[in-house]
């Protein structure tokens, strides 16, 4: 059974920093695609940053590029988001999301197939 866990939420001011964890088990394949999204309150859940668990190909989206850094410690099964410079629109519940690589489709941009419950991150102003 597929489990993602997220954990490194909280309470954090302007300007801080947050390092979420995801920590991911039960895989049966090995091209798996991790995902962080992320969900304000009243809005639609949106795509924060993605990454290959086989060869470490990355992105982020504009709104976090230069202050977030995904990662990955295969031998720990775990994958980082780490976050700077937070600001209080970044204020979200953070998921952790997996899928199977697919070729026809760039990675994290079809349905996930499996999701961890989230965890929060309030930054305030």
């Known amino acids: 059974e597929v489990q993602l866990v997220e954990s490194g939420g909280g309470l954090v001011q302007t300007g801080g920093s947050l390092r979420l964890s995801c920590a991911a088990s039960g895989f049966t394949f090995d091209d798996v695609v991790i995902g962080w999204f992320r969900q304000a309150p009243g809005k639609e859940r949106e795509l924060v940053s993605c990454i290959n668990r086989g060869d470490g190909v990355s992105f982020s989206a504009d709104s976090v590029k230069g202050r977030s850094t995904i990662s990955l410690d295969n031998a720990k099964s775990t994958v980082y988001l780490q976050m700077n410079a937070l600001k209080p629109e970044d204020t979200a519940v953070y998921y952790c999301?997996?899928?199977?690589?697919?070729?026809?489709?760039?990675?994290?941009?079809?349905?996930?197939?499996?999701w961890g419950k989230g965890t929060l991150v309030t930054v305030s102003s």
């Open positions: 999301a997996a899928e199977r690589f697919k070729y026809d489709v760039p990675m994290c941009y079809s349905d996930m197939d499996y």
